[in-house]
């Protein structure tokens, strides 16, 4: 790498687009963001333009300035699992269906029908549910096969980026693993017989290769767009929950990352594959590891609560006020406000306050919303240690970790240090690394670890307190369960 020169990485996330340079050493030079929102045409569904995606991508780029031209390495990395249909122009067929979308919740129960029991996890380590690619794809077979018909291939958020600045496709192990039942997860490929029990052929799918191995150099027209030099090595990339524990230096069994974004996980590596189906399985980036993951809402619920009870506050406003009041005694959240994946796998299950009176402010609900995603958390660790998956401390990172209640509650609730990174690294910091370590820049997957931080111990009455609360809302879940919410139409 010459002197001066910079490793670029570029973040596809739910709602935004985010493009940051980084010398060799780690140290951010220049970030710049894009929103990009998603749509919510229905319930339980979510979509969003990738051209969009590529517009924010160029702007971003743009908006680092000169600093673009010093770049040497560029990696992208993204939301998933997302179905992003492709035709041989490399445009888009349609918008692109996010993780976020649930209305696949019938076509998951009929592909693991086919299956038989137990055969997904044996394919690829998860089960099928409405999250994951599989059930999408067959969504799109039933209810418009004309869309499925019109692209040549089905890419992840990264992978359409890449594609635009390489004209070259690839899929990693983190998003592929998430494509359930699609990727035999021991062999390392694509199943024929998960994309025969969808109704699709893995001729569609794009070759699998290592995160961080070079994809291809930017092409003439990318670098006349981005203004990043043309012939640039830009690597695969992967998913942003991999990248984001990567950035944290999260890559040994035994570490653990909470990545909190608009969604938000509990990242947990491991040397060897550990298959619970309560979890999430995956792979790391950058490193020869697995990854369980436990993930519910994190960003999305707060800007949900923001938006309805605080149309135009500043955050700062609604965390002074929390801090102010005492831990809402009787009050809980159940925060399924888009179904819930793990532990409870129920794409049906709806959010609700419990326990209101008279005496509850906008404070105390802000509150309890905290500690319903911190008690999501909660949950998950307790299916890992039941895998076996351990650790003593959770370093957090990205955007919502900014709230130092949010991460006061998250430590009392899971009954371990939380240590916050600052929001230079995280999930941005983890696709440039990539970058660095497909062209040899970077020596190994922790150079970046980051060092210090603010750091919050948990407190042992909150933790009991919380535990309870825990318990409580388990219960008043299977409770409301048995009167469902209703399943969301085609």
């Known amino acids: 790498m010459t002197a001066g020169g910079l490793l670029l990485g570029i973040d596809v996330g739910t709602t935004g687009v985010r493009a940051a340079a980084f010398d060799p050493a780690g140290r951010l030079v220049a970030d710049a963001t894009e929103n990009c ?21 160029v702007a971003a780029c743009r908006r680092l300035g000169e600093v673009s031209a010093r770049v040497e390495a560029v990696g992208v990395v993204g939301q998933a699992p997302t179905v992003v249909l492709v035709d041989d122009d490399a445009r888009a067929v349609r918008p692109a269906i996010l993780w976020l979308d649930v209305r696949a919740a019938g076509e998951a129960a009929a592909i693991a029908a086919v299956l038989g029991p137990g055969r ?75 994309a025969h029990a969808v109704g699709i052929s893995t001729a569609k799918l794009p070759r699998i290769e290592r995160a961080h191995d070079v994809l291809g150099p930017l092409t003439r027209e990318a670098a006349a767009a981005t203004g990043v030099r043309e012939g640039v090595p830009v690597v695969v990339g992967g998913g942003d929950f991999a990248a984001s524990a ?27 594959p550990r298959f619970d189906d309560r979890l999430i399985n995956s792979h790391h980036v950058g490193c020869d590891r697995w990854l369980a993951l436990g993930g519910t809402l994190c960003g999305a619920t707060l800007e949900w609560f923001r938006r309805v009870f605080a149309p135009g506050e500043a955050w700062e406003r ?43 402010r906008r404070a105390h609900l802000y509150r309890a ?122």
């Open 37 to 57: 929102p998603y749509d919510a045409p229905a319930t339980g569904r979510a979509e969003a333009d990738p051209e969009a995606w590529w517009r924010a991508v």
């Open 120 to 194: 997904a996890e044996a394919i690829g380590g998860n089960r099928v549910h409405a999250y994951h690619l599989g059930p999408k794809l067959a969504w799109l077979r039933a209810f418009e096969p004309a869309s499925l018909e019109r692209a040549s291939r089905v890419l992840q958020s990264h992978a359409f980026v890449a594609l635009r600045l390489t004209g070259l496709a690839a899929c990693d192990p983190s998003t592929a693993m998430l494509c359930a039942p699609l990727f035999d997860a021991r062999a390392g490929v694509w199943s024929d017989e998960g």
């Open 246 to 272: 990567l950035g944290a230096g999260v890559v040994e069994e035994g570490q653990a990352c909470l990545m909190l974004g608009t969604a938000g996980n509990l990242l947990m590596p491991m040397r060897h």
């Open 318 to 360: 609604l965390e002074t006020e929390a801090e102010g009041v005492e831990a809402p005694a009787g009050l809980l959240v159940v925060p399924y406000l888009q179904g819930e994946r793990t532990p409870v796998w129920d794409e049906a299950a709806r959010g609700m306050f419990f326990g209101l009176d008279l005496t509850h």
């Open 369 to 490: 919303v905290l500690e319903g995603i911190a008690l999501g958390f909660r949950d998950c660790l307790e299916a890992a240690r039941d895998a076996g998956v351990a650790f003593a401390e959770v370093v957090a990172a990205n955007g919502a970790g900014r709230s130092a209640l949010l991460r006061q509650t998250l430590a009392d609730a899971l009954g371990v240090p939380v240590t916050w990174v600052s929001s230079g690294r995280g999930t941005v910091a983890g696709a440039a690394l990539l970058a660095g370590l497909g062209t040899g820049v970077i020596a190994h997957a922790g150079a970046w670890a980051p060092s210090g931080g603010v750091r919050h111990e948990p407190d042992a009455r909150a933790f009991s307190r919380l535990s309870q609360t825990l318990e409580r809302r388990r219960a008043l879940y299977e409770a409301v369960r048995s009167v469902r919410w209703g399943r969301q139409g085609n």
